[in-house]
């Protein structure tokens, strides 16, 4: 069981980017999928999830600017950043979990490798 995230880059403050996570192994349609961070020296954190029912939540620094979407036939789950900002900057993670929408890392039993991104003024 393996996610797949992608879509990492560098973006300007102000600009949009989108990452991916794409499961292999497993039908992720019945999980929750969340999206945490670490930016270098800090823990990693929670940033959003969605539920297979299309509940979301997210974190008080991203809400408003980021939106997280699953396409369930795609096994794909998105993460739309629109004004990012240079506090942004981290690595990304997608993670599954089999139990409920929670900004705990511990809840997540699936993870995916990571993919960076840079905002810039």
């Known amino acids: 069981v393996q996610l797949q995230a992608s879509g990492g880059g560098l973006v300007q403050a102000g600009g949009s980017l989108r990452l991916s996570c794409v499961p292999s192994g497993r039908a992720f349609s019945r999980y929750v999928m969340g999206w945490f961070r670490q930016a270098p020296g800090k823990e990693r954190e929670f940033v959003a999830a969605?539920?297979?029912?299309?509940?979301?939540d997210y974190a008080d620094s991203v809400k408003g600017r980021f939106t997280i979407s699953r396409a369930n036939a795609k096994n794909t789950v998105y993460l739309d950043m629109n004004n990012p900002k240079l506090e942004d900057t981290a690595v990304y993670y997608c993670?599954?979990?089999?139990?409920?929408?929670?900004?705990?890392?511990?809840?997540?039993?699936?993870w995916g490798q990571g993919t960076l991104v840079t905002v810039s003024s």
């Open positions: 969605a539920s297979w029912s299309g509940s979301t």
């Open positions: 993670a599954a979990s089999s139990r409920f929408i929670s900004r705990s890392n511990r809840e997540y039993d699936y």
